[in-house]
């Protein structure tokens, strides 16, 4: 498990930690009344101005991460300490403020926009709910956000059906600056946007972050991105992180064996001479009945027979890089 006191001392320079979460498991009864096992006993550190990214194959449990810190759905158990308390346990009042604190900027911003509302209703709603603007100060206000994400202030008399989906995650992002989050996590925010657009749009939250030392939770399926934007990456498999490297590119310096073959999965514009794509092969376990060794034993071309009988323990494998891999 990641541990901020560990022997290990780095020579890099460590951010003040914002988020640290502690063995959180997240687990859905189904209908037939077994349990779906989606983040199984995680532990990870976000750190303050920073932005950790988060990489794995659909359905490894990214998005219940993230759900299950911004309490939209229960944690099964596990901490996340967030300003000295615990972000899962949170009550009333509190979870409130959390909320201000911790933003979310999704996927298809226009689903979480009233179409009937104008621009700069939808921008300050989240300030009138906490009580912190008057209606006098809306358009001011209204003006402010946009100019922020590089948008006319005239939009704020808009639809935003009439705005591009680039202008729309533009939105999003106001929206969420708006209460001054100390943290914004973006499910596959930039995932729906053209790559031109996407560009733009990582920019602005690269300049944003500089500007309120924001610390992001940056989720998305484009690993070049994630190694251009993120600090930290955590690679999730099947419920479980098996890697987390604390600085520098993933794509250089992995080494469990689910990373790798991720990497080599991924499409590039510039593959070399011989290089192709290497689809995955083998089949993922069910996250309903969860295998008792490692959790990639069933693909990984290493596999042995302390692999299918023991569960790899996340250790750090060199200064600020972690593997779950009997490998090492
Ligand atoms: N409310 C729910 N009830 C039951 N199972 C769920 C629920 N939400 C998610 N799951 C299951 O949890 C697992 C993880 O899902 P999750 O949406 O977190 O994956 P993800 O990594 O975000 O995938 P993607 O990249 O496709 O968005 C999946 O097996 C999913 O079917
Ligand atoms: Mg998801």
């Given at each position: 498990?990641?541990?901020?006191?560990?022997?290990?001392?780095?020579?890099?320079?460590?951010?003040?930690?914002?988020?640290?979460?502690?063995?959180?498991?997240?687990q859905f009864k189904?209908?037939?009344?077994?349990?779906?096992?989606?983040?199984?006993?995680?532990?990870?550190?976000?750190?303050?101005?920073?932005?950790?990214?988060?990489?794995?194959?659909?359905?490894?449990?990214?998005?219940?991460?993230?759900?299950?810190?911004?309490?939209?759905?229960?944690?099964?158990?596990?901490?996340?300490?967030?300003?000295?308390?615990?972000?899962?346990?949170?009550?009333?009042?509190?979870?409130?403020?959390?909320?201000?604190?911790?933003?979310?900027?999704?996927?298809?911003?226009?689903?979480?926009?009233?179409?009937?509302?104008?621009?700069?209703?939808?921008?300050?709603?989240?300030?009138?709910?906490?009580?912190?603007?008057?209606?006098?100060?809306?358009?001011?206000?209204?003006?402010?956000?946009?100019?922020?994400?590089?948008?006319?202030?005239?939009?704020?008399?808009?639809?935003?059906?009439?705005?591009?989906?680039?202008?729309?995650?533009?939105?999003?992002?106001?929206?969420?600056?708006?209460?001054?989050?100390?943290?914004?996590?973006?499910?596959?925010?930039?995932?729906?946007?053209?790559?031109?657009?996407?560009?733009?749009?990582?920019?602005?939250?690269?300049?944003l972050q500089k500007?309120?030392?924001?610390?992001?939770?940056?989720?998305?399926?484009?690993?070049?991105?994630?190694?251009?934007?993120?600090?930290?990456?955590?690679?999730?498999?099947?419920?479980?992180?098996?890697?987390?490297?604390?600085?520098?590119?993933?794509?250089?310096?992995?080494?469990?064996?689910?990373?790798?073959?991720?990497?080599?999965?991924?499409?590039?514009?510039?593959?070399?001479?011989?290089?192709?794509?290497?689809?995955?092969?083998?089949?993922?376990?069910?996250?309903?009945?969860?295998?008792?060794?490692?959790?990639?034993?069933?693909?990984?071309?290493?596999?042995?027979?302390?692999?299918?009988?023991?569960?790899?323990?996340?250790?750090?494998?060199?200064?600020?890089?972690?593997?779950?891999?009997?490998?090492?």
């Amino acid at each position: 498990m990641p541990n901020q006191n560990n022997a290990v001392k780095p020579t890099y320079e460590r951010s003040k930690v914002i988020l640290d979460i502690k063995h959180l498991t997240k687990q859905f009864k189904v209908d037939d009344g077994r349990l779906l096992t989606a983040c199984n006993d995680i532990s990870l550190r976000a750190y303050e101005g920073k932005t950790l990214g988060i990489i794995g194959e659909s359905g490894c449990g990214k998005s219940t991460l993230v759900r299950t810190l911004l309490q939209i759905q229960p944690a099964t158990s596990g901490e996340a300490i967030f300003e000295g308390h615990d972000l899962l346990k949170d009550r009333g009042e509190e979870s409130r403020q959390d909320r201000r604190k911790i933003q979310m900027v999704f996927q298809d911003p226009t689903a979480a926009f009233n179409p009937k509302m104008l621009v700069k209703d939808i921008l300050t709603e989240p300030l009138k709910n906490f009580g912190l603007i008057k209606n006098s100060e809306v358009d001011a206000k209204a003006a402010e956000l946009l100019e922020m994400v590089e948008l006319p202030a005239s939009f704020k008399d808009r639809y935003p059906h009439s705005m591009s989906g680039g202008q729309r995650q533009r939105l999003g992002i106001a929206r969420a600056l708006s209460l001054e989050p100390k943290i914004i996590v973006c499910d596959e925010a930039t995932s729906a946007l053209d790559v031109s657009v996407q560009e733009k749009v990582c920019e602005l939250l690269c300049r944003l972050q500089k500007e309120k030392n924001i610390t992001y939770l940056f989720i998305a399926h484009d690993l070049g991105l994630v190694d251009l934007m993120c600090h930290q990456v955590a690679v999730m498999y099947l419920g479980n992180v098996v890697e987390w490297l604390e600085h520098g590119r993933i794509a250089e310096s992995c080494k469990h064996p689910y990373t790798k073959a991720l990497m080599k999965a991924v499409f590039k514009v510039d593959f070399r001479p011989g290089e192709k794509i290497e689809p995955m092969e083998g089949e993922i376990p069910s996250p309903l009945d969860l295998p008792p060794g490692c959790p990639f034993a069933s693909r990984c071309e290493h596999c042995s027979e302390n692999c299918l009988k023991n569960k790899p323990a996340l250790k750090e494998i060199e200064q600020g890089h972690w593997v779950a891999c009997h490998l090492f």
